[in-house]
Structure formats: structure tokens, C-alpha cells
């Protein structure tokens, strides 16, 4: 058995559902989770119910991470507009001097191109950086799963490439335009990922994220209507899969896993009504190791700085030093093949796909 050790890797994409619905998720089962999978901190995402739109919000997710006393740092991100509804851009001076590291509406995508310029605008002059779930919804049209042939077999609306790409341009225009730094989460296209690369070459101040379950599974391999495949963006064709595991090994994206729990009833309603997202954190660095060095030939080295040195770029800045960050070590270990086990999961949600697989690499605990 081979053991390395590495700085404290940073999921800067997880749902932790406090508040508004704990028993997907609390912010001590959420920390558990990311301690069993590996992860040193991790950067939760707005999307509460209410919205982290205030600094109070910001402090209450603090709070909730100091009482559950764990070893995983928890980093909140806050809402780029009010509610997240995309009309009213919220305080960033105040959120981030409250703690918050990144701006995002995450789970919703903010359409109206002049409060998205204000947002970059405003974020811009503290240095900071805005994420976006680049799902244009006047393209949606309703759309569940990408073009393959369970969508047609099943009828199902799909999701054309254009939902993806006309959200990546539009921001990267943006981007181009204020200078704000921009973080395109949980890209699914490899269309996406060519104007990534192209912005990139340009000097753009843009980074963006590849989930595990973007790197796996593919909707071309899809046979049954499980709402446990079901996600948004939704899994991309075989082509698709290849060009993110490309834009990985080469440098272009990090990895985040978007780890998104629900209930057993919102994903047992296949793919036309169960809830969009799977859980990630206890099997994403089984996942990503697997895919990128044992199948793509990325090294060890490249692979971990995708989960560490990256994400810390990301959340740099004049307001948050990530380098300063006390963070435990993430330490793995490869040897036999071992099978994912869900109900030995620090979670309190099951909904994703991956029970039964078998994977070599496997984190320790941070403790």
C-alpha cells in the first residue's frame, strides 16, 4: 500500500442545507462527511433556505461550524443578489469583512446581464471573486437530461450544450469588460470547457470546476429513469466527459464536487421530478483519482494540486489569505480495491450512484 500526504484539500463547492432542511443535511453532518472523504475545508454554497445574503446569515454559518467542533474548516460563500432572484445585488463589503469568501447564486443563474455587471463591478474592486452556475434558464426549456438515447427512449425534454455555453460567454464578455475575477462552477461541455481555455489563453482572470460525477458517469451510459443520475447540469456525452478529463490533466480546471443531499423521497422520482444533485464529499477523491491517474495518466502530484493548490488561488484575495489558512493534512492511501458502502457514510442523505463501485484510493480521516 503507497501513502501520500499533502496540504489540506479545499471543496469549494458543497450544500449543507442549514437551514432550511436538516434532515438532508446539518452542518455537523456535513462537516463529519467532508472529514471522512478527505477534505481540510469547505466553501458551502448560499443556497439555504433563508439565503446567505446578510452577514448575519454569514455568522450564523460560522457558528454552526465552531459548535459542531470539527477539524474542517468551513468557509461560506454569500448570495450575489438578494434571495437569490437576481434583482438587487447584495452588500459585498459587509459579507466579506462577515467572513464570506466567494459570491455565487448558485443553484440559480442571474440572468439580467446588467445586475451580473454591477455584481462584477462592485465584487471587482475588492479583489473577490463571483461563481456562477452558468444554466441560462431562458434556454432550459424545461430540459432534465442532455440528448442520449434514455431521453429519447423516455420522452424526456433535454438540455441543449447553448444552456451552458450562452451563460459562459455572456460572463466571460463580463469578465473581459470589468476585470473581476470569475469562477465557472460545475462546467459539463466541452464546448464549455473550449471558451474556459480560450479565456484563459487571453490572460482572463477565470477559473472553473470539474465535479467527480461530470469525470465518471455519462448520460450515453444511462439505462434506467434514476433520479439519482439526475443533476444541473446534467451528466455530458462521452465526448463531453473526455474533453473535462483533458482540461483537468492540462491544468484548466480544479475539481469540486457540488456534494448536493436530499432526502430519499425528492430522488426516487426519476428523472422528470426528483431533485437536481448527489452527494460527493466521502467518495470524491476515490472518484477523481481513479479517473485522472489511474485511468488519464494525470500524476499524483497534479492530481492532489487540482484539490489544494487551485482551490487556494480561488479563494485568494486582499480580503481572505488563503495561504494562511491552519489547515490539517489530507493523507491517502492506494492499495486493493475498496467498495463504496453507503450506509457507513457520515451523511445524512444516500442520493447518489456510486454504492457498490470499488475504488484503490481512499482517504483518511481528518482528524
Request: aromatic share 6%.
Amino acid at each position: 500500500m503507497a501513502k501520500h500526504r499533502f496540504p489540506g484539500f479545499i471543496d469549494v463547492h458543497v450544500h449543507f442545507r442549514d437551514p432550511g432542511v436538516p434532515e438532508a443535511e446539518t452542518t455537523a453532518s456535513g462537516l463529519a462527511a467532508a472529514a471522512r472523504g478527505g477534505f481540510a475545508a469547505v466553501v458551502t454554497m448560499p443556497n439555504t433556505f433563508p439565503a446567505c445574503d446578510s452577514s448575519e446569515r454569514v455568522a450564523y454559518q460560522k457558528s454552526q461550524a465552531a459548535a459542531a467542533r470539527s477539524r474542517v474548516a468551513l468557509l461560506p460563500s454569500a448570495c450575489i443578489t438578494y434571495g437569490r432572484i437576481g434583482e438587487q445585488v447584495t452588500d459585498y463589503e459587509r459579507l466579506a469583512g462577515a467572513g464570506a469568501v466567494l459570491f455565487t447564486d448558485d443553484g440559480g443563474y442571474v440572468a439580467d446581464g446588467d445586475v451580473m455587471r454591477l455584481a462584477m463591478e462592485r465584487v471587482g474592486e475588492l479583489g473577490m471573486t463571483v461563481c456562477e452556475h452558468a444554466m441560462d434558464p431562458a434556454l432550459l426549456g424545461g430540459g432534465v437530461i442532455r440528448d442520449c438515447a434514455l431521453a429519447r427512449k423516455l420522452g424526456l425534454p433535454v438540455v441543449g450544450v447553448e444552456v451552458e455555453t450562452s451563460a459562459i460567454r455572456r460572463d466571460l464578455a463580463l469578465c473581459r469588460e470589468t476585470g473581476c475575477r470569475l469562477h465557472i462552477q460545475h462546467i459539463s461541455t466541452a464546448e464549455g470547457v473550449s471558451l474556459v481555455r480560450d479565456a484563459q489563453s487571453e490572460g482572463l482572470p477565470v477559473t472553473a470546476e470539474a465535479t467527480p460525477h461530470h469525470l465518471l458517469l455519462s448520460c450515453d451510459d444511462l439505462s434506467a429513469d434514476d433520479g439519482n443520475f439526475k443533476m444541473a447540469p446534467p451528466l455530458g456525452n462521452h465526448e463531453d466527459r473526455a474533453e473535462l478529463r483533458r482540461a483537468v490533466k492540462d491544468g484548466v480546471l480544479m475539481f469540486a464536487t457540488d456534494h448536493a443531499p436530499h432526502p430519499a423521497a425528492k430522488k426516487s422520482l426519476g428523472f422528470a421530478k426528483s431533485a437536481n444533485g448527489i452527494i460527493g464529499l466521502e467518495t470524491a477523491v476515490a472518484i477523481t483519482y481513479h479517473v485522472m491517474v489511474e485511468e488519464s495518466g494525470m500524476s499524483v502530484e497534479d492530481w492532489a494540486k487540482a484539490w489544494w493548490e487551485k482551490p487556494r488561488w480561488l479563494l485568494g484575495s486582499p480580503r481572505f489569505d488563503a495561504d494562511a489558512l491552519d489547515l490539517a493534512d489530507t493523507v491517502v492511501e492506494v492499495g486493493e480495491p475498496r467498495r463504496v458502502d453507503l450506509s457507513s457514510f457520515a451523511s445524512l442523505s444516500r442520493n447518489c450512484p456510486y454504492g457498490g463501485m470499488a475504488f484503490t484510493c481512499w482517504p483518511k480521516e481528518v482528524k
